[in-house]
């Protein structure tokens, strides 16, 4: 007998996001890769880029991020990264 790891799920990440809920459009877009500079030292997520070779990114380095993590990083009170985020992602478009 083999015993499956439990998945807790979360309701608020699902229905606080009314229309988007298994939206094509929203995977795709959150998929999608956007150029980030760093502006902090950011501890042991090196592994995010490969090129790096450190097990830290340092402040300055640019890399493409996925949308979802981008978004999430610059919106943060510290500011962590500056994302380049297209035309289409913006409200003011």
């Known amino acids: ?6 998945v807790i799920f979360n309701s608020e990440m699902f229905f606080n996001r009314p229309g988007e809920y298994l939206s094509i459009d929203d995977v795709l877009a959150t ?3 956007v150029q980030c500079k760093f502006h902090q030292t950011v501890h ?5 880029d490969n090129n790096l070779g450190t097990p830290d ?3 300055g ?20 990264l500056t994302a380049d985020f297209p ?3 913006k409200e003011s478009y």
């Not at 007998?1 to 439990?6: D, R, V």
């Open 1 to 6: 007998f083999t015993s499956f790891p439990q």
């Open 31 to 33: 998929e999608q890769r």
């Open 44 to 48: 042991g997520l090196g592994f995010l």
């Open 57 to 59: 990114i340092p402040a």
């Open 61 to 80: 380095h640019s890399m493409p991020l996925p949308f979802w993590l981008a978004k999430s990083l610059s919106l943060q009170r510290r500011k962590i």
């Open 87 to 89: 035309n289409v992602y």
